[in-house]
């Protein structure tokens, strides 16, 4: 790749956006108001506002290795913070993938250097449902449901947060975990009962 092709697919993206509408960029420069945040893996495959079919301003986004939420991640945090307190988001998902390198690793045994701390969180997913995937014979299998699982638990990771949690209360938020087939380009809903998941637990994360 050419960093200059870079460039110039630039100007004619500009181009097309213009041809469309002529006032789009005074209005992309009016402010953003999402509806959705995104969270998902930052696999340079998987991107999120094309695979939605969204636009510019229409969804937050954040990426990281694996799409993982956890709580002493700042950056993170602050993503979820200033998109449910300040951009009143009505709607968060988080999106896997299948083919996600970042669970592939954390299933292997390899020390990964400075990847370790972040994979170890993958490996307590696996830990959690352990029994679950360990009656998985087939390698592939377990790998794709481990993924689905590790969205499960990163779901569960923002319904921890005192951020949704309120917005819960207050507008009805709403938490979705998905998954991108890779190979089809399809989106899955993995339609996960987080009020079974949590119903029995819930009473230890509860903040008023």
């Known amino acids: 790749m050419q960093i200059d092709n870079v460039f110039k697919n630039n100007e004619n993206w500009i181009k097309e956006k213009l041809a469309i509408s002529p006032d789009f960029f005074d209005e992309l420069g009016k402010g953003q108001n ?16 094309d695979l939605m079919g969204m636009g510019p301003g229409e969804v937050f986004v954040h990426r990281n290795i694996a799409n ?30 299948y083919g996600c390198g970042g669970v592939k690793a954390a299933m292997q045994s390899a020390d990964l250097g400075i990847l370790n701390p972040w994979l170890r969180n993958i490996r307590d997913v696996y830990r959690i449902h352990k029994d679950e ?3 998985i014979k087939d390698e592939n299998e377990k790998y794709d449901r481990l993924v689905e699982l590790n969205v499960q ?5 923002l319904i921890k947060t005192a951020a949704v949690q ?9 938490v979705y975990g998905w998954v991108f087939d890779i190979h089809t380009g399809k989106l899955i809903d993995l339609k996960i009962d987080f009020e079974g998941i949590l119903h029995n637990i819930m009473e230890i994360y509860h903040l008023d």
Not at 153 to 157: G, W
Request: aromatic letters at 4%.
């Open 34 to 49: 999402p509806e959705l945040l995104y969270i998902g893996c930052s696999d340079s495959r998987v991107t999120a506002e």
């Open 68 to 97: 993982m939420v956890i709580s002493i991640d700042l950056n993170a945090m602050s993503v979820v913070n200033y998109a449910v307190d300040h951009l009143n988001v009505n709607h968060i998902v988080v999106c896997g993938h």
């Open 133 to 135: 995937l360990k009656d």
């Open 153 to 157: 638990e990163q779901c569960v990771n």
């Open 166 to 174: 309120k917005a819960y209360r207050d507008r009805n938020l709403k």
